[in-house]
């Protein structure tokens, strides 16, 4: 694809260029092709926007962003095999904000002394870290000191603290790739209690599956949420729990003609086999919204030959407007 390097630089630097996502693209574009020219490209454009954002930038600013490089930069230390491009990805922007970005040291301090890195991003950290107010000799000092090796998971676990959303948002979904854990669990738990990206703590406990039951009362204050509720909603289902106050919420919410998720609240119903609730859910039949009216119809059709007291209220749809409806009509009374 060397060949759209040309045609891709310009769109990089086209000033006029209305739209962020298109030079983004770009810039992803001639990131992975890797030609010589878009290499240059790309690092002089990264260099002309860090210097922009440093002139303009407020000292918080500058180090809600230094700390969210960091971020990236402990993330790919996490990694068995860091990616260095990665890894690098950040620099331009601390450099040019210069000691206002001191609280990224620590971090680039660690990376640099991460012994799986190369010379040339070593060479690269030591000149960020230099203008960032660090001297050589201290940073000969640290390289000095024994090594301590740190724990990947408790590192993880200090992001998922972090009282930027951004960061343990992030945080909180690598902690949901590493499976079940009774410290994994509490860490999401006191996030959900605390109101920390409730969001995203959900969306980790469901990957947990079963081994997060405990976490489930504490998903329910958040399943109505018009925000948060899908993912609260989906949790639940995934940790399969059918206690009276998670079926009660979410039987609740089916009924509610105001509300947001009900289609959800359907389907996740029929997954935990909460026969009782097939009321509620042919409730959801008659909502205004095309694809809530769908899920409940899908929800409907898992209970095959017990949903039969359903049958009526599946055959009014046969009429719906909507052909999709129509279909999903069909199938669940087929099941």
Same mark, same amino acid.
């Given at each position: 694809?060397?060949?759209?390097?040309?045609?891709?630089?310009?769109?990089?630097?086209?000033?006029?260029?209305?739209?962020?996502?298109?030079?983004?693209?770009?810039?992803?574009?001639?990131?992975?092709?890797?030609?010589?020219?878009?290499?240059?490209?790309?690092?002089?454009?990264?260099?002309?926007?860090?210097?922009?954002?440093?002139?303009?930038?407020?000292?918080?600013?500058?180090?809600?962003?230094?700390?969210?490089?960091?971020?990236?930069?402990?993330?790919?230390?996490?990694?068995?095999?860091?990616?260095?491009?990665?890894?690098?990805?950040?620099?331009?922007?601390?450099?040019?904000?210069?000691?206002?970005?001191?609280?990224?040291?620590?971090?680039?301090?660690?990376?640099?002394?991460?012994?799986?890195?190369?010379?040339?991003?070593?060479?690269?950290?030591?000149?960020?870290?230099?203008?960032?107010?660090?001297?050589?000799?201290?940073?000969?000092?640290?390289?000095?000191?024994?090594?301590?090796?740190?724990?990947?998971?408790?590192? /993880?676990? +200090?992001?998922?603290?972090?009282?930027? @959303?951004?960061?343990?948002?992030? &945080?909180?979904? $690598? *902690? #949901? !790739? =590493?499976?079940?854990?009774?410290?994994?669990?509490?860490?999401?738990?006191?996030?959900?209690?605390?109101?920390?990206?409730?969001?995203?703590?959900?969306?980790?406990?469901?990957?947990?599956?079963?081994?997060?039951?405990?976490?489930?009362?504490?998903?329910?204050?958040?399943?109505?949420?018009?925000?948060?509720?899908?993912?609260?909603?989906?949790?639940?289902?995934?940790?399969?729990?059918?206690?009276?106050?998670?079926?009660?919420?979410?039987?609740?919410?089916?009924?509610?003609?105001?509300?947001?998720?009900?289609?959800?609240?359907?389907?996740?119903?029929?997954?935990?086999?909460?026969?009782?609730?097939?009321?509620?859910?042919?409730?959801?039949?008659?909502?205004?919204?095309?694809?809530?009216?769908? /899920?409940? +119809?899908?929800?409907?059709?898992?209970? @095959?030959?017990?949903?039969?007291? &359903?049958?009526? $209220? *599946? #055959? !009014? =749809?046969?009429?719906?407007?909507?052909?999709?409806?129509?279909?999903?009509?069909?199938?669940?009374?087929?099941?």
């Amino acid at each position: 694809a060397e060949a759209a390097s040309t045609v891709l630089i310009e769109i990089l630097q086209d000033a006029d260029e209305p739209n962020d996502w298109v030079k983004m693209a770009a810039q992803m574009a001639l990131s992975w092709i890797g030609s010589a020219d878009g290499e240059k490209a790309l690092s002089e454009d990264s260099k002309s926007r860090a210097s922009e954002f440093a002139s303009k930038a407020s000292l918080e600013d500058i180090r809600r962003s230094a700390e969210q490089t960091s971020f990236s930069i402990r993330q790919e230390l996490r990694s068995p095999r860091p990616h260095e491009g990665v890894l690098t990805a950040g620099l331009d922007n601390l450099a040019a904000s210069g000691p206002r970005a001191a609280n990224a040291l620590p971090t680039l301090v660690r990376a640099y002394l991460d012994p799986r890195l190369s010379a040339s991003t070593k060479s690269q950290l030591a000149d960020v870290i230099a203008a960032l107010g660090m001297s050589s000799a201290q940073l000969s000092a640290e390289a000095e000191k024994p090594r301590v090796d740190f724990d990947p998971f408790e590192d /993880l676990m +200090a992001d998922v603290a972090n009282e930027d @959303e951004f960061i343990s948002s992030l &945080a909180m979904s $690598d *902690l #949901g !790739k =590493l499976g079940p854990s009774e410290r994994a669990i509490d860490a999401l738990i006191a996030a959900l209690d605390q109101g920390r990206s409730p969001g995203s703590a959900a969306n980790a406990l469901g990957k947990f599956g079963k081994a997060a039951g405990r976490a489930a009362p504490h998903l329910i204050p958040y399943m109505a949420d018009r925000k948060i509720g899908a993912n609260a909603i989906q949790a639940v289902g995934k940790i399969a729990v059918t206690d009276a106050g998670t079926v009660n919420e979410l039987r609740r919410i089916a009924r509610s003609n105001d509300a947001v998720h009900r289609g959800m609240a359907a389907s996740t119903l029929s997954k935990l086999g909460v026969l009782d609730a097939l009321p509620d859910i042919q409730a959801v039949l008659t909502d205004k919204r095309k694809y809530t009216r769908i /899920l409940a +119809a899908k929800a409907i059709a898992r209970f @095959e030959q017990k949903a039969a007291p &359903a049958a009526g $209220d *599946l #055959g !009014k =749809l046969l009429e719906d407007p909507d052909h999709d409806v129509r279909r999903a009509a069909v199938d669940a009374l087929g099941s």
